[in-house]
Structures are given as structure tokens and as C-alpha cells.
């Protein structure tokens, strides 16, 4: 039958439409008595904030369902799930399971229609109660259609791995019951894992235990604003930490200044807390802070008898003698469940079918495992035979006339370098089979060596010939921590043709350019001042290969030829910014605004790496325009990260020469206070006044005064004068006012006298992508006392001498304004910044 000539056929089919749509989609934000959850239906929250659903995790199949809440793809594009309920129980048919109310409780039913998760209520015949999600990330269970009635339940009292904003993580003095976050077993099983933060209602402070016993990691106590041992905390103007203690309840709760900034806690399979805001820009989670800094300081991370090794990557490995327990878990970053023996252990058979007893394994350099038996012996050999004697030993220490052993599995076991504290010698046991055995391998070896001896002798006189014929070989390169290579001296010295084509120079050394046999341009830094050993050397050189960015340059190789230390680097073919924004000869190739902001973004981020994502926080110590790279496509390169562990304690004494008082240094580089990540913020606000001017900062005049722009920009933006005055006359104001503007109010807040009062990188980097709006900083008092003394400088300016005395009138004026107000402006982060979106 025709549709179109029968209305009734067609208002069928539409109602059948209708409800097919309906059942795929629920569309409210309510499960009630009469409109269960079952299959692909979901239920979104009033402000489209929240989905709930069911959802089958990470990568992997569709055999394991669980319900769970997440955010909305119009506000986090890719699926982050912040709660689930039957975390332990999945269901195998989510068409067949349902969500529903029973009894006064939301309970899941699975595929055989048998509860597998439950609110877990006292029984009410009410057909009232209802289970709402909240615009905040919160499923409340109520008896009543009303908002203002209290929660029957609420998921916030009961968090998994995720802490929103609002939700709570403490104690239930009535119950008992202590709200903690505890991590996925790994990315693709959203079960219990080893790792928990809860609160220690004693002291208010959070703790992160390991197995719900094992504490590894503190904030300290509250104080009534901040963690004592979080100092981050002083300059984190997004959260709002409040502690609530009353008879029933123990708990801290957070709140975001600005509610439109995506945040999250999340107690992450890595045994770390995260804290991460969602950026629009680059569409992925910013993590803004972590604890513990390092992977290797979360207790036990690598199992029983794994070894965690902070400069490789993965960070764990068995030991010698043993084998993941579980290659599938290991493959998720799941190493739980440690490693176990390959060869089970000869122990007290003192006549074994091979003849063998069991051996030790010298492993140098380990912090030793936890749980040890101490025992009073004189020498090394009674300390070994205590623990060969005992079946049950698996490893001992032995050091200054103490001897340590340890009985069944090692845990907590870390690989350190040389000079590290703690760095000590265990010794394993393994099965003798572990070993190599040179008289059985001896009769072997000869009839192989024999047998090969000829060809062996044919290759060697090839491969001789070959070599001589290759003026710049590098044929003894070594592959050192996976891509890094170890170069001898004589190869570098033919790659840059004996160091003639010389690039620049800096206080760490100066580099050339070189060429590799493949014609692959490099860049070779001669590094100056190194006092280091070869090995401490390689193992720093080897940390710093590992860290890849975008925005840092690539690390190829090194050599250590004795005294000779040398770095060798991708060549950057547009050379340093200082070449591009100081010294170009051609009017036309000056840097554009689009590129300058690109270049000043781009080595933000880079910063961002070092500071915050790295293993360990590295502090550049010497961000300047020489040491950003540019490549073929003007992307920023950030180089000589990591050198300043290098050269040691006189690198601030090269420091300080290099530029004097008025170049990037902070201020406590100078008064000998310890230098923080903040020392590079100022570094690089400093620099951002040189992209804006295209001029040094400070230079000298031809009457005997000091230009410094740094002045003039900060009492401009102070007074909120105007910003194309400011901007590089060859330019011709063509540049976007609003970028301009930001990029001058970052630079005033990051050269703050306080540190305190310079925002950290990664929010610098969310300002730069219009993230966050800034408002004006005050003028750090260190500007202001240079231009109490402005009879000895002089502003930069294109314009006529009268705007030049303007300018001169109004900086003078701010600065009296500021000496009347009695002390200098203190930034308060909350009240200065609030996203733009």
C-alpha cells in the first residue's frame, strides 16, 4: 500500500519512529520507576554537562559491559568516564541487563536478571524515588520530584577513581565508611586497583597507600589554605579547597573559581594522583599537577621481583632469572602482578640431578627492598651463608658489618645511579642454570670459533678496507638508551670539518655545524666546564636523550673522550630566534606577529614538557632568544634543556656573567635563594618583551643612558595605554591587538619580583591559546625602583620626543601611585584571571 496516500499508514510509522529513537536514547535525565536503562539508552544531565550508560572501557572488546557516568562529547570530545558503579561485576549483554528502580533502590540487573550492583537503601514501597543526573557529574537517588530534597544516595558519596569538582573524599563517621579513590586495575578494567587516596582524619591531610596499607605519598597537613606539603597550592588560582568536620562527617571538597574550566582528580593506574583540566584548543586533558613527581617513587609499582627504573622507558623489568607473571597486564601498564622465577630454585637439595646449588646475582646500585631480617654477622661470607641456609631467602645486603636478608618476594625494588642516595649492592638467588657455564660452553665455543676462523678473517680484511675508504665514517657509534648514539672524538672532528663552521656560542660551549657520512646536518655543542665522571656523565647525557617534545630539540648523540664532552643535536636550518628577531638585514624577512605568537606558544609548551611532564622536573636555568631553535617551518625548538645539571654548582657562576643585572636572570639568582621553575618563568616573560619590541630588552644609548623596554611595557599596560605603541615599528602595527595585548600582560605577570606571583608554564601555555583571560599585573617593584633612577634611561620609541615625555609622565605616575598605596600589589590569582570562552 502507497504511504503517501494513506495518513493513517504514515502517522504508524512515525509513532513507531518515535519509540525506536526513544529506546535508543532516553534523552532526560531520569531513570524512574516506569523508564528504566537497558541496551544503548542513556540519560544526559540538564545542562548536557554528563552522559550515563553503559560503556565497555579503553580498547578493549565488547563482552564486558559496566554502568558508568561520563562527560558529554559537547564538553570532552573524547569518552572520560568518572564514575562507575558495577566496577568489579560487568555484565556480558548490556540489551539483556537493565538499570532500574526496585524497591526504593537503582539496581543493575544482568543478563540472567540477578543484581550485580545496588544503592544498597533500607526498602521503601515509594513510587516516588527517582535517580537524577546532575549537571555537576553527580547521580542522586531521591524520593520526590523536588531538587531540595536531601539525597536518598548520591555517587558522590560513593567516588571510584575520579574526584569532581564539588564531590567529597573523606570520612563517614556514622558508617565508618571512608570515601576514597581508588585506581583502575589498568586502562581497560575499571576493577579495584592497588592504588587509593583517602584522608587521614587525624592530621587532615590526604594520603596514597598502596594495597589500602602501604603509605607512600602525603600532602601534609591542612593549614587552614593550603597542603603543607603541596606548595603548589599558593599560586593555584582555579580550586578552591574547603575541609568540612562535624559529628557526622569528615571531608574536603573543591570547588573551580571559574565553573566553566573542566577539572578533574583522578587516582590513576600509574599509583599517581592527576589533576587535569580540559583544554577546547587542543581538545585533550592539560595535566596541571601530579604526586608522586616520579614513577618510581609509587610503592611497589613493579610487583614482586620487578625493578623500576626512572631513566628508561618502560619504567619496570624483571630481574634477572624472572619473567612477567602476566605479559597481557604488562602490556597494559598493569605490572601489579610482578614477574615469577624462570628456573625454580635448587634450595636445600644438596644434590641436585645437574650438580648445581643454587648462586647470587651481584645487582649494584639498588635501593634494597622493603621488609628485610637483620642479623648480627661478621663478614660478608656469614651473611650469605644466613641466607643460603634458609630455603625461604631470596636475597641479601650486606654493608659496614650489617647484614640484611629477605625472605619470599621483593618489592619496592628501584634502580639508581651511582651517585644516588641509597644506591647499594643486592644479591640475588637464583637457580645456578641462570648462569653462564664456561667449562661446558668452552668445547663449543672452540669448534665454532674453529670453524668460522677462515671467513671470520675474510670479513675482517673486507670490512678493513672498507673503512679506511671512508673519510668521515662514524663506524664506532653505539646505540646508547634506544636511538641516542655514542660518537667517538676524530668522527666529530671529520663531521664538522675539525670544528670550523661555527654556529654560536653560549655559557654552556659552542656548537657547529656538521655533516653525517648519510649528508644528515647536525649540530655539535663543545660543553665547557664539565667536571663530571664518564659514568655520571653518560647517565645524565642518557636521561636527557629520552625527553622528545615538539618543542625540544632532539638529542642524537654524545661524546666522552675523557675531558671532551660534546652534545650532537638536529641542526636547526633557521638557526636561533636571536638571528631571526635581532639581525635580519632584509626588511622583508622580518618575523611576523602570527609567526612570533606561533614561536612564543610553541616554546611555552616545551617548557611546559620540562617542567610538569617530565619524570623529573627539569629547570632550564638559561631561556633566552639564543637557545630557541628554529626549524625549516619556524616551529620553536627549545635547546640546552637539561645542562644545567651538567656543568653543577658553577653554572651560576656562568650565569650571572653572561648578561648582567638586567638580562633574563630572576631576581633570585642573584640573592642565592633556591632556583624553581619559576626562575625560567621570568626567563621567558623577559624574552616575550622581545618578541613584542623585536629589540633587546636592555641596550645602551649613544648619550650614555639605558634603554629598557620592560619599564615602559609594564607602565603601559599598567595604565592601559596603548599596546601598538609598543609593537617592533616594522611591523607597522600589523598585529592582532588582542594577541598583543595578552602576550604584554603574561610578560608583566611572569617577571614578578615574588615567584610566588608568576604563573606556572602551563598556565602561561592556556592563556597563549585563549583559554584563560589575564587582567594587568602590577609593576614589580624592581621596575619601579630602575625607573625612580630614570635620569640614567631612556625608553625605546619610533614616535616624536613629546610621546616619549608622555610616556615617561605616566610611568612616573604609576610609580607614585604605587608608593602611596604603601606595599607592593600582591597578585591574587583568583580574583586576576577568569576563562574567556
Not at 308 to 318: E, L, N, T, V
Not at 501 to 525: E, N, R
Request: proline content about 4%; aromatic content about 10%; glycine content about 8%.
Amino acid at each position: 500500500m502507497d504511504a503517501k496516500r494513506n495518513p493513517g499508514l504514515m502517522f504508524s510509522l512515525l509513532f513507531f519512529s518515535l519509540s525506536v529513537n526513544n529506546y535508543l536514547s532516553l534523552g532526560a535525565d531520569t531513570i524512574s520507576a516506569n523508564q528504566p536503562l537497558s541496551g544503548d539508552q542513556t540519560i544526559v544531565s540538564a545542562g548536557g554537562s554528563f552522559v550515563l550508560g553503559f560503556f565497555t572501557p579503553g580498547n578493549s572488546s565488547g563482552s564486558k559491559y559496566y554502568i558508568g557516568i561520563w562527560y558529554s562529547e559537547v564538553k570532552v570530545s573524547t569518552q572520560t568516564i568518572v564514575w562507575v558503579a558495577n566496577r568489579d561485576k560487568p555484565v556480558s549483554d548490556k540489551s539483556s541487563s537493565v538499570l532500574r528502580i526496585s524497591d526504593g533502590n537503582l539496581v543493575l540487573f544482568n543478563e540472567s536478571q540477578i543484581p550485580v550492583w545496588s544503592t544498597n537503601l533500607s526498602s521503601t514501597t515509594s513510587s516516588a524515588v527517582a535517580a537524577v543526573l546532575r549537571d555537576e557529574g553527580n547521580l542522586v537517588l531521591r524520593d520526590g520530584p523536588s531538587n531540595l530534597l536531601e539525597p536518598l544516595w548520591q555517587s558522590f558519596d560513593h567516588p571510584t577513581h575520579t574526584w569532581l569538582p564539588g564531590g567529597k573524599i573523606g570520612l563517614n563517621k556514622i558508617t565508618n565508611e571512608n570515601q576514597r579513590l581508588i585506581s583502575w586495575k589498568n586502562s581497560e578494567d575499571p576493577a579495584p586497583g592497588l592504588f587509593s587516596l583517602e584522608l587521614d582524619a587525624n592530621i587532615s591531610s590526604y594520603i596514597i597507600r598502596w594495597n589500602r596499607s602501604i603509605q607512600y605519598w602525603t600532602s601534609g597537613p591542612w593549614d587552614g589554605k593550603i597542603f603543607s606539603l603541596v606548595p603548589e597550592m599558593r599560586t593555584n588560582y582555579i580550586y578552591n579547597f574547603s575541609y568540612i568536620n562535624d559529628k557526622n562527617q569528615s571531608y574536603f571538597t573543591y570547588s573551580v573559581y571559574n565553573p566553566s574550566i573542566l577539572s578533574r582528580f583522578v587516582m590513576d593506574v600509574s599509583g599517581q594522583i592527576k589533576q587535569s583540566t580540559w583544554s577546547n584548543y587542543t581538545n585533550e586533558w592539560f595535566l596541571f599537577w601530579t604526586q608522586p613527581k616520579t614513577q618510581c617513587e609509587v610503592y611497589a609499582f613493579c610487583g614482586a621481583f620487578g625493578s623500576c627504573d626512572q631513566i628508561s622507558q618502560p619504567f619496570c623489568k624483571c630481574l634477572k632469572g624472572f619473567d612477567y607473571k602476566s605479559p597481557k597486564d604488562w602490556y597494559l601498564s598493569d605490572y601489579s602482578g610482578g614477574c615469577v622465577r624462570k628456573t625454580p630454585l635448587q634450595c636445600e637439595n644438596t644434590s641436585p640431578a645437574n650438580g648445581q646449588k643454587d648462586k647470587f646475582l651481584t645487582m649494584p646500585n639498588m635501593n634494597l627492598p622493603v621488609q628485610a631480617q637483620f642479623f648480627g654477622v661478621g663478614t660478608a661470607a656469614e651473611c650469605e651463608s644466613s641466607c643460603f641456609n634458609n630455603c625461604s631467602c631470596t636475597a641479601y645486603s650486606y654493608d659496614a658489618n650489617n647484614c640484611s636478608i629477605w625472605i619470599g618476594e621483593l618489592f619496592n625494588l628501584n634502580q639508581l645511579t651511582e651517585d644516588q642516595i641509597g644506591a647499594r649492592t643486592l644479591y640475588l638467588r637464583l637457580a645456578a642454570s641462570e648462569f653462564s657455564n664456561h667449562k661446558n660452553n668452552k668445547g663449543v665455543v672452540g669448534a665454532v670459533v674453529g670453524s668460522v676462523a677462515g671467513v671470520a678473517l675474510l670479513l675482517g680484511l673486507i670490512v678493513f678496507v672498507i673503512l679506511r675508504r671512508r673519510k668521515r665514517a662514524v663506524g664506532t657509534a653505539k646505540s646508547v638508551e634506544g636511538s641516542l648514539m655514542a660518537f667517538e672524538y676524530r668522527d666529530l672532528q671529520n663531521a664538522t670539518k675539525n670544528f670550523s663552521d661555527k654556529l654560536g656560542g653560549g655559557g654552556f660551549g659552542s656548537v657547529f655545524k656538521g655533516t653525517l657520512p648519510d649528508s644528515t646536518a647536525i649540530a655539535v655543542k663543545k660543553l665547557e666546564s664539565i667536571s663530571q665522571g664518564e659514568k655520571q656523565f653518560r647517565t645524565e647525557v642518557s636521561t636527557i636523550g629520552t625527553i622528545q617534545h615538539v618543542n625540544l630539540v632532539r638529542l642524537r648523540g654524545f661524546c666522552s673522550d675523557g675531558s671532551r664532552k660534546l652534545l650532537v643535536y638536529d641542526y636547526m636550518p633557521n638557526g636561533s630566534l636571536e638571528s631571526q628577531l635581532f639581525h635580519e638585514k632584509n626588511p622583508t624577512q622580518v618575523l611576523d606577529w602570527k609567526t612570533r605568537y606561533q614561536i612564543a606558544l610553541g616554546t611555552a609548551r616545551g617548557l611546559v614538557y620540562l617542567h610538569e611532564k617530565c619524570r623529573e622536573c627539569i629547570i632550564h636555568c638559561d631561556i633566552k632568544p639564543e637557545n630557541i631553535l628554529l626549524d625549516a617551518e619556524f616551529c620553536p625548538k627549545v635547546a640546552d634543556f637539561g645542562l644545567a645539571k651538567l656543568v653543577g654548582r658553577e653554572f651560576s657562576r656562568v650565569l650571572t656573567t653572561m648578561r648582567g643585572t638586567r638580562g633574563y636572570l630572576a631576581p633570585e639568582w642573584i640573592s642565592g635563594v633556591a632556583i624553581t621553575a619559576k626562575a625560567d618563568v621570568y626567563s621567558y616573560g623577559m624574552m616575550l618583551f622581545e618578541f613584542v619590541s623585536g629589540r633587546r630588552n636592555s641596550e645602551p644609548s649613544a648619550d650614555g643612558k639605558t634603554r629598557f623596554f620592560p619599564t615602559r611595557a609594564t607602565s603601559i599596560m599598567k595604565e592601559g595605554g596603548d599596546v601598538l605603541g609598543l609593537l617592533d615599528p616594522r611591523l607597522e602595527e600589523k598585529a592582532d591587538v588582542e594577541e598583543l595585548t595578552r602576550i604584554c600582560r603574561i610578560a608583566c605577570w611572569c617577571i614578578q619580583d615574588d615567584e610566588a606571583n608568576r604563573p606556572p608554564m602551563s598556565q602561561v601555555v592556556q592563556i597563549l591559546e585563549g583559554v584563560l583571560e589575564v587582567n594587568p599585573a602590577p609593576i614589580p617593584r624592581s621596575l619601579q625602583v630602575f625607573d625612580d633612577n630614570r635620569e640614567n634611561i631612556i625608553f625605546f620609541t619610533e614616535s616624536s620626543s613629546n610621546q616619549s615625555s608622555q610616556a615617561r609622565s605616566n610611568t612616573s605616575a604609576a610609580s607614585s601611585q604605587s608608593k602611596s598605596d604603601g606595599q607592593q600589589q600582591v597578585w591574587r590569582p583568583e580574583e586576576q584571571l577568569s576563562e574567556n570562552v
